[in-house]
């Protein structure tokens, strides 16, 4: 019986799909609408809210499912079927599947942790729409979007090393830990990251697709990318906006890209190759 293969392709956005400086995906176009034409399933795996990936233009296509907030929550379309907890939890057309915490739990924690530290962090939650849109270069409607968080706390922190250990040894006591992100770290529940997230979904479409073969593809240019980056059957290494790329070790088995270009121009020329080199083979 013919067993149709097709690639799934898991993508952070900042950095990666997304230029770092104007938040375009526009670089990318030409891969986005081939992986749409050939079907292949594009899964957004971003630290960014629910609120933010609802407002991305330039895809070709609605996501059938995304994650959220460094892996904290998945999105499941109502087409794909999925186990639910119960009552499900539904957001527009999406199930919801919570992996993280919940942002008040985040928030009590770190300020918890903040006064037995005796340090202080600069998080969204104090910060005003115009100071956050100032930090990122997003416009005021989009860090508005950047604020309705759900599942983690991207902050600042000004102080001493010593005191930055404190801070994560004690979030660490009270579930949660600290992940680095492009221009904030981020607190966020200790259980989850991009790989746990990335493996659920993943199950979840060959769940839905039981009689297809499945070779998946992982983009990211962070050290939070790397949980992804290791959960799939390609690796690729996106260029930063700055010419460098983080380090990375291959998994088993495992072929690593790493792109010529920084952000969307890299990630185009990459997918492009990819699904080229699939067609070759029939
Ligand atoms: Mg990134």
Redesign the pocket.
């Known amino acids: 019986m013919h067993r149709p293969r097709r690639l799934i392709v898991f993508t ?5 799909l997304l230029d770092y400086h104007t938040y375009s995906m526009e670089a990318a176009g030409p891969a986005l609408h081939r992986l749409d034409e050939l079907g292949c399933p594009l899964v957004i795996v971003s630290s960014k809210t629910r609120a933010e990936v609802d407002a991305l233009t330039g895809l070709p296509a609605k996501p059938l499912v995304f994650i959220t907030e460094n892996g904290s929550g998945v999105y499941v379309h109502q087409d794909m079927s999925v186990e639910q907890s119960s009552p499900p939890e539904i957001a527009g057309e999406y199930s919801v599947l919570r992996l993280g915490s919940a942002y008040a739990d985040i928030l009590r924690c770190l300020d918890e942790a903040q006064k037995t530290c005796r340090v202080v962090i600069h998080g969204f939650s104090s910060m005003s729409t115009s100071e956050v849109s100032t930090l990122t270069g997003l416009d005021l409607n989009a860090a508005e979007r950047a604020k309705a968080r759900e599942f983690s706390e991207p902050f600042l922190f000004k102080g001493t090393a010593d005191g930055f250990r404190l801070l994560t040894q004690a979030l660490e006591r009270s579930g949660m830990r600290c992940l680095k992100g ?1 221009r904030f770290w981020h607190a966020i529940g200790s259980r989850c990251d991009k790989g746990v997230a990335v493996r659920k979904a993943f199950a979840i479409f060959r769940e839905n697709y039981p009689g297809t073969i499945w070779k998946s593809i992982a983009l ?3 050290p939070s ?1 790397v949980p992804m980056l290791e959960a799939a059957d390609t690796a690729v290494i996106i260029q930063r906006h700055d010419g460098t790329s983080i380090d990375y070790r291959a998994k088993a088995s495992q072929t690593v890209i790493r792109s010529q270009d920084a952000g969307p121009v890299g990630w185009n020329k990459v997918i492009l190759e990819l699904t080229e080199e699939r067609e070759g083979h029939g």
Do not use: K
């Open positions: 952070d956005l900042d950095g990666s492009d990211g240019d962070s990318d």
